[in-house]
């Protein structure tokens, strides 16, 4: 396990955030193996163990994906069922995300970091790892998770916002210059300000997605500017949106004489209009970029 740390661990296709969190999951695997040597069983009876503990079923697959890396390095198979109940991501308005954007724009290092991921739908690790050499006058070109190589074409408002920060940079230096935690911190006090406290920074880039699904963009395309392995997952948002108009057209179910909130039919008549724009818009043309995003 020590060579495997060494020469293994941190030479996965995976975050040096994850990679810290494998090597926890290997250091309390280690201690509960009380000296005996690592084996597929072995693994097996742990993770069975963190089962009946009542470790989450997410926290269980992170146990699990650590320990099948390590077993892989060694030319082993390790298979253990892991049932993850699909949780559908949170639908965000645009007007919040406007709101967001336009509270920062005095402040460009974060109206950047808004930008890259509501208009581009980077995740946080991967504005970190943004350089200079990914950035061209069009598209953002760079390799995301799981080593997939990503190509996002820009939008007006990203181009202007990021074309300060590859002024006077080498191609290996970063365009914002700043960790995970900036960026956490970051979309907490601008989603406060806009009355969204909740709201996480996975959360812009489901409003990227949701975005482009409303204007009519084809599964496969998003499917790719996300950088999704499988389309089941950019599915999601087709539920999202789909949930979101459903609850708007049961404003229309009300009974006579009972008053519906005046916020409520301005969401329903927005909703309305942007199931009128998808209606005869022209294929996507991934060449063409991305329209500016209304928001």
């Not at 509501?118 to 350089?131: H, I, N, Y």
């Not at 969204?196 to 699904?213: I, Q």
Request: charged share 25%; glycine share 6%.
């Amino acid at each position: 396990m020590a060579a495997y740390d060494e020469v293994g661990l941190f030479q996965r296709s995976v975050s040096d955030n994850t990679a810290y969190r494998y090597r926890g999951v290997l250091l309390r695997y280690q201690k509960a193996l009380n000296g005996a040597k690592p084996t597929i069983e072995t693994s097996k009876i742990f993770l069975a163990h963190l089962r009946e503990q009542g470790y989450s079923p997410s926290t269980l697959r992170v146990h699990r994906a650590a320990l099948q890396g390590f077993h892989a390095w060694r030319g082993e198979n390790l298979t253990f069922p892991v049932k993850v109940p699909r949780h559908l991501p949170p639908y965000i308005e645009a007007s919040t995300v406007d709101k967001m954007l336009e509270l920062a724009r005095e402040n460009p290092r974060d109206h950047l970091i808004l930008r890259l991921m509501s208009d581009a739908g980077l995740r946080r690790q991967e504005v970190v790892a943004l350089k200079v050499k990914n950035v061209s006058e069009k598209a953002l070109r760079f390799r995301g998770k799981g080593d997939k190589d990503r190509t996002v074409p820009l939008t007006e408002e990203l181009a202007i916002a990021v074309k300060p920060f590859c002024s006077d940079k080498g191609p290996d230096d970063r365009v914002v210059g700043v960790g995970e935690g900036v960026i956490y911190r970051v979309v907490k006090k601008y989603s406060m300000l806009a009355g969204k406290p909740e709201m996480k920074p996975h959360d812009l880039r489901h409003a990227f997605a949701t975005r482009l699904l409303e204007r009519g963009v084809n599964i496969r395309i998003i499917q790719e500017l996300m950088g999704h392995s499988n389309v089941n997952t950019t599915q999601d948002y087709t539920a999202v949106v789909g949930s979101h108009l459903e609850d708007a057209i049961k404003a229309l179910n009300q009974p006579r004489g009972t008053a519906v909130p005046d916020d409520k039919i301005e969401k329903l008549m927005e909703l309305v209009a942007k199931l009128a724009d998808t209606k005869g818009q022209p294929p996507y043309d991934p060449t063409a970029g991305i329209s500016p995003a209304v928001y």
